[in-house]
T-cell receptor, first 115, second 112 residues
């Protein structure tokens, strides 16, 4: 199994809603990532978990809250988002997140629209 | 600081003709370099990576890239384009740590 599974595939939410994005992998990877991608732009790194500990937080607003319950799961909790947060949210995983040669496996993403 | 520049925002080719997507990088260290492809409404898939072994790297789907240190380039090529190659392509350099630095992307269009 070389898949990273993200749910839901599409999400529409209002600015006062609370929702969560979910990501799962069963490749035994110990590093998991959240990226944000606007249309026609490259992905931007948001968070990295390595061995279930948050290792990188790229100054992301607190309305985005990551959670790594175990080595296979990664959540992104959303609260009080703004319309400019509408984007494709990509989850990825890699072996350990400790070397620069690691291959990242990406999920298909959640297309988020904030109204 | 490390950076990566994709020289063309859009490349159009005919099916069966060669593909060339250009990438230049800047790095103070021996870099790790990658090419990722993204089809519409999909995640990214690794095509190939360079990690200081052979300078000519072969990837999936007939793509290859050559690392040229003297030119600080890592151009992606394919001898014969297929309709299914139409996608967004990202050249990526790995930072000293683990962060990936993405180029702005090149959209490849393939016409029949």
């Amino acid at each position: 199994d070389t898949e990273v599974t993200q749910t839901p595939k599409h999400l529409v939410m209002g600015m006062t809603n609370k929702k969560s994005l979910k990501c799962e992998q069963h490749m035994g990877h110990r590093a998991m990532y959240w990226y944000k991608q606007k249309a026609k732009k490259p992905p931007e790194l948001m968070f990295v978990y390595s061995y279930e500990k948050l290792s990188i937080n790229e100054s992301v607003p607190s309305r985005f809250s990551p959670e790594c319950p175990n080595s296979s799961l990664l959540n992104l909790h959303l609260h009080a988002l703004q319309p400019e947060d509408s984007a494709l949210y990509l989850c990825a995983s890699s072996q350990e997140g400790r070397t620069r040669n690691e291959k990242l496996f990406f999920g298909s993403g959640t297309q988020l629209s904030v109204l | 600081a490390q950076s990566v520049t994709q020289l063309d925002s859009h490349v159009s080719v005919s099916e069966g003709t060669p593909v060339l997507l250009r990438c230049n990088y800047s790095s103070s260290y021996s870099p790790s370099l990658f090419w990722y492809v993204q089809h519409p409404n999909k995640g990214l898939q690794l095509l190939l990576k360079y990690t200081s072994a052979a300078t000519l790297v072969k990837g999936i789907n007939g793509f290859e890239a050559e690392f040229k240190k003297s030119e600080t380039s890592f151009h992606l090529t394919k001898p014969s384009a297929h309709m299914s190659d139409a996608a967004e392509y990202f050249c990526v350099v790995s930072d000293q740590g683990t962060a990936l630095i993405f180029g702005k992307g090149t959209t490849l269009s393939v016409s029949s």
